[in-house]
């Protein structure tokens, strides 16, 4: 089975841009979650996904926002990009519940 | 805040040696887990341990919980080099749907 795979990898982006992330979970797994992690704050969460729906948000502004289309693939996407939103992305999905999470390797994002 | 907090921040052995490390959360649980994160990667699943279980092994792993104290602790017995990396616990804070993780104990192995 295929892991979770992020695209891209790494991105360079400038304040006031905005970004869009993408994630394809494991075959078969239905929720799809996302994280940001930063040396300062560690490892927030930012949103599930489950079946199209935002099941959980977390406390992250309304520039954060994300989506889960029919084959469970979701998107994040960053608008008005500012300098503290350079972090490690990571996606994780899990069959239903967020029990035992799959993490992709994540997407490095720098925010000049 | 975190949920999680984790001790130490920061551990230093000796390959062979016994490693353990300790985690702390605030609000009730119906599981707790351990994960690995090699270098700034993707973080890979060790071991999960349900709110009702008070101990579980997996391979070198061991790892416990006490719900009345509100902690758990994760031992790696008989270190390897390729056991260096950051450890983090994470709790689903009940049914909140979502993981919250500890800020990580970093583990270094010397060989």
């Known amino acids: 089975k295929a892991g979770v795979t992020q695209t891209p990898r790494y991105l360079i982006k400038t304040r006031g841009q905005q970004v869009t992330l993408s994630c394809s979970p494991i075959?078969?797994?239905?929720?799809v979650s996302w994280y940001q992690q930063t040396p300062g704050q560690g490892l927030q969460f930012l949103f599930e996904?489950?079946?199209?729906?935002?099941?959980n948000k977390g406390n992250f502004p309304g520039r954060f926002s994300g989506r889960q289309f029919s084959n469970s693939r979701s998107e994040m996407n960053v608008s008005t990009l500012e300098l503290g939103d350079s972090a490690l992305y990571l996606c994780?999905?899990?069959?239903?519940?967020?029990?035992?999470?799959?993490f992709g390797p994540g997407t490095r994002l720098t925010v000049t | 805040s975190q949920q999680g907090e984790e001790d130490p921040q920061a551990l230093s052995i000796q390959e062979g040696e016994n490693a353990t490390m300790n985690c702390s959360y605030k609000?009730?649980?119906?599981?707790l887990q351990w994960y690995r994160q090699n270098s700034g990667r993707g973080l890979v699943h060790l071991i999960l341990?349900?709110?009702?279980?008070r101990e579980k092994h997996s391979g070198r792993l061991r790892v416990t919980l006490d719900t009345s104290k509100k902690s758990s602790s994760l031992l790696i017995t008989a270190s390897r080099a390729a056991d260096t990396a950051s450890y983090f616990c994470?709790?689903?804070?009940?049914?909140?749907?979502?993981?919250?993780f500890g800020q990580g104990t970093t583990l270094q192995v010397k060989p």
């Open positions: 994780a999905s899990s069959s239903f519940l967020p029990d035992e999470q799959y």
């Open positions: 075959s078969g797994h239905r929720s």
């Open positions: 996904y489950f079946s199209e729906t935002q099941r």
């Open positions: 609000t009730s649980i119906n599981n």
């Open positions: 341990i349900r709110s009702n279980e």
């Open positions: 994470a709790t689903d804070g009940g049914n909140t749907g979502k993981l919250i």
